[in-house]
């Protein structure tokens, strides 16, 4: 049965320097939630108090209702695959699969049972008698999988697994991650730097800076509604193009582009619009800047177009299919007013 989890005022200091500012959050069972920000923002750190690898210095952790604060990693039902693969390299596959379970003294054929299971799951069958050293690097990561997997945890934790694979088994192994979770059923946690990752693959996306929760829900409910500029700015990639605006009354107006924000705005104003929310075909949209093309990047199924306005703001452009932009040239930009977001001067999202 997968496990409910909750954080209640997670606080996380090293001595006088706090890392973790009261995190509330509610995990469901069987949820694949990902907790995704920049570098230093807590995501580890809060997955290892998840653990038990990190005592929790305020706050209290629950697990389907019971308080985990000081029970010990081995006593939460949880399993944890790391960034290193951390395989003893002078045992097999199905030694590195079988270690943990032959410590706590069970059963072989209970053990042979788990082993085998695993290496059907992650169709690892093949290789349960060769070394790590004859394994490429998503083989390694699968037998470090596998070994979560055969002590058929509650509860899945994943710290940045595959960043040290290369860009196409990444994907290969996103996919393989994700069948997993839909084979299992088990709820996970999966930590990323990469929002690429986080909207591909999450139930939930939880985004950190410096140690706050900024905004938590499901991937396109970040995309359509980011609450505010961070937010706004991490997920979706390329990232959303920030322009700045000006405001009269409860209207801003930039080109032939005007939005009713439905109150008085003073201050600096942010109009926020996805590049794939952009186009240069007359009629497709408003008009909302004249741009010149800067550089053009054909990638084949898109054309990704970097220009520049007349005050020197950037905006980048994504055009569906091989289209011809010529750099240096000058096109109209335009955009639906429904797709898009304004930001007031404290970066908090207004509509």
Partial sequence: MATS????QIHKAYGDVPVIHG?????????????VGPSGCGKSTLLRMIA??????????????????DVPAAGRGIAMVFQSYALYPHMSVYKNLAFGLETARMPKAEIAERVQKAAEILKIEP????????????QRQRVAIGRA????????????????????????MRVEIAKLHNDLGNTMIYVTHDQVEAMTMADKIVVLRAGVIEQAGAPLELYNNPRNLF????????????MTTSVEGGTLKTGGLNLDLGRNVTGA???????????????SGIKFAEVKVD?????????VVYASTADGQTLNIVLEGQRIVDIGSMVSAYADPAKAHVFDAQGNAIR
């Fill in 52 to 69: 038990g690898l990190e005592p929790i210095t305020g706050g209290d952790l629950l697990i389907d209702g019971q308080r985990m604060n």
């Fill in 269 to 283: 104003t942010t109009l926020g619009i996805r590049p794939e929310h952009i186009t240069i075909t007359e009629g």
């Fill in 127 to 138: 290789l349960l008698q060769r070394k790590p050293k004859q394994l490429s690097g998503g």
């Fill in 231 to 242: 937010v706004a700015g991490f997920i979706g990639s390329p990232k959303m193009n920030f």
């Fill in 5 to 8: 989890i909750e954080l209640r």
């Fill in 23 to 35: 995190v509330d959050l509610s995990i469901e069972p069987g949820d694949f939630t990902v907790f």
């Fill in 295 to 303: 550089l053009v990047e054909n990638l084949g199924g898109q054309t």
């Fill in 149 to 172: 997997i055969v002590r058929e945890p509650k509860i899945f934790l994943f710290d940045e697994p595959l960043s040290n694979l290369d860009a196409e088994l990444r994907v290969a």
